[in-house]
């Protein structure tokens, strides 16, 4: 019984393409994110979401964007895919915004971006 | 602007005490953690600490929290080779306000 499930695993596709990344978690949590890790393992939170609010990391380019249909998903679109985009994508949740409450982390999204 | 550093790097040999160092920049942290990811795998929470806390312990992990210094550490007691992964400090200041560093690699020789 997986926690927080994304898909693909891999995701490999052309420049300027248009594609999503989907993530669901089961744990009944209020807050989903989404984190980057580029190829030096470094973590960059890129976006925070409820059923409230959403807060975007600045940094992120807007061609960037999370859908959430429903409370328990909260996809990633990303449009005009750049070289740049190339990273692993970490989808998480946890029960409260900000708290103590434990992120729990997908296994990751690999996208290489030719 | 925020900021949390530490050590890219730190080896040990088996059976000795792991401490990996992270430093952060906002006094308005209210909770530190630490998280360990494995090869090919997400983030896992290890252990975290309310920021008017010093010290928590947690069988082989021992935090420590210098609030006045903004240093957080991590001591893993007897390293094991299943220990041999990346740390990450992490500190939150409310609603989607965390900030990571950029891990620690931790390698553990036999």
């Known amino acids: 019984d997986t926690a927080v499930s994304q898909t693909p695993k891999y995701l490999v596709t052309q420049m300027g393409n248009d594609k999503s990344i989907k993530c669901e978690q089961n744990?009944?949590?209020?807050?989903m994110y989404w984190y980057k890790q580029d190829s030096k393992k470094f973590l960059k939170i890129m976006f925070s979401?409820?059923?409230?609010?959403?807060?975007i990391n600045e940094t992120v380019p807007n061609r960037f964007s999370p859908k959430s249909p429903d409370k328990a998903h909260l996809n990633l679109h990303i449009n005009s895919l750049e070289l740049g985009d190339s990273a692993v994508y970490f989808c998480?949740?946890?029960?409260?915004?900000?708290?103590?409450?434990?992120?729990?982390f997908g296994p990751g999204t690999r996208l290489t971006v030719l | 602007g925020e900021d949390v550093e530490q050590s890219l790097f730190l080896s040990v040999r088996e059976g000795d005490s792991s401490v990996i160092n992270c430093t952060y920049t906002?006094?308005?942290?209210?909770?530190l953690y630490w998280y360990k990811q494995e090869p090919g795998a997400g983030l896992q929470l290890l252990t975290y600490?309310?920021?008017?806390?010093d010290m928590k312990q947690d069988q082989r992990l021992t935090v420590l929290l210098n609030k006045k210094d903004k240093h957080l550490s991590l001591r893993i007691a007897d390293t094991q080779t299943g220990d041999s992964a990346i740390y990450f400090c992490?500190?939150?200041?409310?609603?989607?306000?965390?900030?990571f560093g950029d891990g620690t690699t931790l390698t553990v020789k036999p």
């Open positions: 979401y409820n059923n409230k609010e959403l807060i």
């Open positions: 906002d006094s308005s942290s209210t909770y």
């Open positions: 744990l009944g949590h209020d807050t």
């Open positions: 992490a500190e939150t200041r409310g609603p989607g306000k965390s900030t």
């Open positions: 600490i309310f920021s008017n806390m």
């Open positions: 998480a949740s946890s029960p409260v915004a900000g708290g103590p409450g434990t992120q729990y």
